[in-house]
């Protein structure tokens, strides 16, 4: 008989991906959230057309890094309140003409 080898939860989800999407930043007037807007191609079911779908997703930004125009891309965490449900992972490009930094 083989030996079972027993996986531990954190062993476990350091093979796991979580998920990550890329979108552009269009509010960041909360404090440590930002609201990002996402992208995506779908063929349409019956006319099998492309169409442009976007939604919305909540991000928490610890630092207050990212400001309305930049592209980032968020990762998905557990739940931190009832809408937000993913997090900043880095800034990919800043927006042109913004006089923060």
């Known amino acids: ?14 093979k796991r991906r979580r998920q990550s999407v890329t979108g552009v930043v269009i509010g960041a007037k909360m404090q440590k959230t930002i609201v990002v807007r996402v992208n ?3 063929q ?10 976007a939604k919305k997703y909540y991000a928490h930004d610890e630092q207050q890094q990212a400001h309305p125009g930049d ?10 309140s ?11 490009a800043r927006a042109r003409g913004w006089r923060g930094e």
């Open 1 to 14: 008989m083989e030996a079972e080898t027993k996986e531990t939860p954190a062993a476990r989800t350091a």
């Open 40 to 42: 995506r191609a779908v």
């Open 44 to 53: 349409h079911r019956l006319y099998r057309r492309v169409v442009r779908q």
């Open 71 to 80: 592209t980032v891309r968020i990762e998905a965490t557990r739940p931190l």
């Open 82 to 92: 009832r809408l937000k449900r993913w997090r900043l992972v880095e800034v990919l």
